[in-house]
């Protein structure tokens, strides 16, 4: 059973991935429109990726957050 806490934790851990996603997006967008570079969705994903971990791993109160334990994030469970 996942406590309120817990479940707490993961919506503010989701939240902050979804502002990452908005913000990689966004620097894409000004990378193709002023840095008239080619749009890369495996460049955006992998940005979200790292940027999200980084987030979460220095604003969240989990420090046995690790690279190897998130990249097994699954939504799907």
Do not use: H
Not at 10 to 37: H, S
Request: proline fraction near 1%; charged fraction near 20%.
């Amino acid at each position: 059973m996942i406590s309120a806490q817990d479940q707490g934790n993961g919506k503010k851990a989701l939240y902050a991935i979804v502002l990452v996603a908005i913000w990689c997006i966004w620097r894409m967008r000004n990378e193709v429109t002023f840095g008239q570079l080619s749009p890369s969705t495996t460049k955006v994903l992998d940005e979200v990726k790292s940027m999200g971990f980084l987030w979460v791993k220095n604003r969240s109160e989990e420090v046995t957050l690790t690279w190897e334990n998130s990249s097994r994030f699954s939504m799907y469970g």
